[in-house]
C-alpha cells in the first residue's frame, strides 16, 4: 500500500475528511459494512481506481462483483488488480447500447464522462475517444440478484438507471449514486426524473448521512432544494 492510501485509510478511520468526495467514501463504504451480506452481489459503475470496489470485495467476499470502467488505461488496471476476484468491463453503461464519444479528462481524470461537464480544475487537458456503450440489465445474468449498485459516472446517472430498469425493479438493490449540479444538468436531468424513477422502481432516497442515522426519507421538494443548493450530491435509494 503506497503513502497516499495509507493516510487515505488513516483518515477514515479517524471519520477525518479533508474534501466531500472523501466524505462521501467513507459514508458510501459504512453504508456498505452495514447493509452488505458475505454473499451479497455488488455492482461498481464508475470503477476508477478501484477503493469501492475494494471495499465491496472486502464486506462481501463470496458475492460475484462487477465494475465497469471505459477509461482503457484504468480498466487494465483494474483487470490486472481484480484479476479471479471481480469481473472488470470496459463499457460505459447507458440507456441503450452502441458507441459514443467519451471525454477523457487527462490531467482530472475522475471528471471523465461521455459529455463535458463544469470542471473544477484549470485548463482541463480534454481528450475525445470512442466507448462501447452496454445497457446493465443486458450485462448482468438474470440469474445474479444484485444488491448494491453505485454509481458515479459525472452526470450521467438516469442514463445508467433506465438502462437498468428490469434489474432495478425485479432486485430492489441498495443505490449510492452522484447526483448534482455542474455535472447531471449537462444531461438534461431533473431531480424529478430520478425521484419518479424510484418511485416507479419501488424505491425511496435518502442523503447518505441521513440513511445511516435512519431519520426521514427524502421528498420530492427536499431531494429538488438539495440538489439546486449544491451541498449533497451523494445519494442512497433504498427499499
Request: charged share 30%.
Amino acid at each position: 500500500m503506497d503513502i497516499k492510501n495509507i493516510i487515505r485509510v488513516t483518515l477514515n478511520l479517524l471519520h477525518i475528511d479533508l474534501t466531500k468526495n472523501l466524505e462521501y467514501d467513507r459514508l458510501t463504504t459504512t453504508i456498505m459494512k452495514r447493509v452488505l451480506k458475505p454473499d451479497s452481489n455488488c455492482v461498481d459503475v464508475g470503477c476508477h481506481k478501484g477503493e469501492i470496489l475494494a471495499a465491496m470485495l472486502k464486506d462481501a467476499p463470496n458475492g460475484k462483483h462487477f465494475g465497469f470502467e471505459p477509461i482503457p488505461y484504468l480498466y487494465e488496471d483494474l483487470k490486472k488488480n481484480f484479476d479471479g476476484k471481480a469481473t472488470i468491463l470496459p463499457y460505459a453503461l447507458a440507456e441503450k447500447n452502441g458507441t459514443s464519444t467519451f471525454q477523457l479528462v487527462k490531467n482530472a481524470p475522475a471528471y471523465s464522462g461521455i459529455k463535458k461537464r463544469k470542471y473544477e480544475v484549470d485548463a482541463p487537458d480534454i481528450e475525445e475517444i470512442e466507448v462501447e456503450l452496454k445497457k446493465l440489465d443486458d450485462v448482468i445474468p438474470g440469474s445474479v440478484k444484485i444488491d448494491l449498485i453505485k454509481i458515479d459516472v459525472e452526470g450521467a446517472e438516469f442514463g445508467v438507471l433506465k438502462g437498468a430498469a428490469n434489474l432495478i425493479r425485479r432486485d430492489k438493490p441498495y443505490i449510492v449514486f452522484e447526483f448534482g449540479l455542474g455535472a447531471s444538468d449537462f444531461y438534461g436531468t431533473r431531480p424529478i426524473d430520478l425521484y419518479r424513477f424510484f418511485s416507479e422502481s419501488g424505491l425511496k432516497i435518502s442523503t447518505l448521512k441521513s440513511f445511516i442515522k435512519k431519520t426521514n426519507t427524502l421528498s420530492l421538494e427536499e431531494f429538488n432544494r438539495l440538489y439546486q443548493e449544491n451541498k449533497e450530491y451523494y445519494f442512497i435509494a433504498h427499499q
